[in-house]
């Protein structure tokens, strides 16, 4: 049985050398492997924005086919030179295509764009990407299959755009279906309800699938390929100075990517604690083989020098505030509020309180929809809603940061000396987490006056 499952972004998927580069990988570790794969690099937006399109009344089922035929044949030309194996993956292709097509053409002469038929259409990219993957792979002479979600089983909660693996019903299909010595290729970014019906597993779900499927076959590690070089102390395109971290625990990797950390899915270490599965990170355009991971992520966590280890940033959170004297202790606005909320599928990232405010961090995207449900005639002491979308949060991550004093004080000096205003802060929230809320135009500034801070001084935390 394959013993470590390998995963390879859309971002490995921009062009022709990324491709041989994948291959070259796939190689080095040799057949006993299943490889996850996602969308080719902006296949699943631009399915997405076609989507929006039928919904608006145009047919684009063969605009799309002709774009993702185009996009698919030159791929399939270059990396497949066997003539009878370039004929035979493009035919698997073109059907694939086909299937794409008529499911969007339905979609329009029946104005059923439905939350199960727009999951389908989505996967869709995943699924194109692996059909291809094999082929190049048996051109190499390697010996590879195409593994579907719904083929091995990998059972969901059946909820649409946002599942989770139900990894009871998951596990042993897995088990007997990933036997072989063999490269198995795996569309990423679904999986099947117990009615057999694609369910995404969330924006980005390529990864979370990825650690799914290596929970459920015991293996020795996940083996995550980036065009990114690790995590790193900050953002390298805000802080130059920013230093590789060779080691996290799943809770900090799990909450850098929650604020802001586009590397990996938030939900991706999820799945490997209780086996205690490491999650390796390599870097595409590195070394080939998998001697030397930039960022090894486990479950034996540990206190840094600085205590902090990374600094990461999101600007997708806005602040909804209840306003009103007595909101803090008034018993039952949260609960009107957090209901109001979940019934209209807006998720609540954050809720700090105060005696005269109620304060929400939002997606951005739900600000305005979340205000317009709250109406303050109807709870008692709140009386007025603001909402601000200016701002950026900040996030101090590391083990260790509720047990030593000063770190806290030293990021609120280091904000002071640059003249930054703190418009909110919140700590041990989580164990291992301290954000900060400043202006947008902020930013930058602000993550790198915290970086010099921790990073680039002598510091003793107590």
């Known amino acids: 049985m394959p013993n470590i499952v390998v995963k390879f972004g859309g971002s490995n998927l921009k062009d022709k050398s990324d491709v041989t580069r994948i291959i070259k990988v796939i190689e080095n570790y040799g057949e006993r492997l299943i490889v996850v794969v996602s969308a080719f690099y902006g296949v699943t937006n631009y399915l997405e924005e076609s989507l929006e399109t039928l919904k608006q009344g145009e047919d684009v089922s063969r605009t799309v086919y002709s774009y993702l035929h185009a996009l698919k044949r030159d791929a399939v030309e270059y990396h497949i030179t066997d ?9 698997e292709i073109d059907t694939c295509l086909e299937e ?20 389908f259409v989505l996967s869709y990219g995943e699924r194109l990407s692996a059909i291809f993957l094999s082929y190049v792979l048996k051109q190499r002479e390697l010996k590879s299959v195409v593994a579907y979600p719904e083929d091995f089983g990998l059972i969901t909660d059946g909820i649409f755009a946002n599942a989770s693996v139900d990894f009871k019903k998951s596990k042993h299909a897995l088990m007997e279906y990933f036997k072989e010595s063999k490269i ?5 970014f679904y999986g099947i309800s117990t009615k057999g019906k694609v369910t995404l597993l969330g924006r980005g779900g390529s990864d979370y699938s990825a650690a799914a499927i290596a929970k459920c076959v015991d293996a020795k590690s996940l083996d995550v390929w980036k065009d990114v070089e690790g995590f790193l102390t900050s953002d390298p395109r805000e802080v130059s100075q920013a230093k590789n971290i060779k080691h996290l625990s799943y809770v900090e990797a799990a909450e850098l990517a929650y604020f802001g950390a586009k590397i990996l899915h938030p939900r991706c270490v999820e799945p490997l604690i209780e086996p205690n599965i490491s999650l390796r990170l390599f870097h595409i355009h590195g070394a080939s083989d998998d001697s030397n991971p930039l960022t090894i992520i486990g479950g034996d966590g540990y206190v840094c020098a600085s205590v902090v280890k990374s600094i990461t940033h999101t600007s ?11 909101v803090g202790s008034k018993p039952g606005i949260l609960s009107v509020v957090t209901t109001a909320f979940s019934n209209a599928g807006i998720n609540i990232n954050s809720v700090l309180t105060s005696q005269i405010s109620i304060n929400f961090l939002l997606h951005k995207n739900d600000l305005h929809r979340a205000k317009s449900l709250i109406d303050i005639s109807t709870i008692p002491s709140v ?9 950026a949060t900040i996030a101090a991550i ?5 047990d030593n004093y000063g770190i806290a004080a030293r990021i609120f000096s280091s904000l002071a000396e640059e003249k930054i205003n703190v418009r909110m802060s ?19 500034r602000a993550i790198q006056a915290m970086h010099r801070s921790l990073f680039e001084k002598k510091f003793s935390p107590k």
């Open 100 to 119: 794409l097509s008529n499911l969007l053409k339905g979609i329009y002469l029946t104005a059923d764009a439905s939350p199960a038929l727009c999951d």
């Open 184 to 188: 198995y290729v795996v569309p990423g």
């Open 316 to 326: 997708e959170f806005g602040i909804l505030k209840l306003k009103g004297p007595g």
């Open 383 to 391: 009386m007025e809603i603001e909402h601000h979308e200016d701002v």
């Open 83 to 91: 003539t009878a194996l370039c004929e035979e993956a493009w035919n």
């Open 398 to 402: 590391g083990e260790g940061l509720i």
């Open 426 to 444: 919140c700590s041990c929230a989580s164990p291992v987490v301290s954000y900060f809320i400043v202006s947008e135009t902020d930013r930058t």
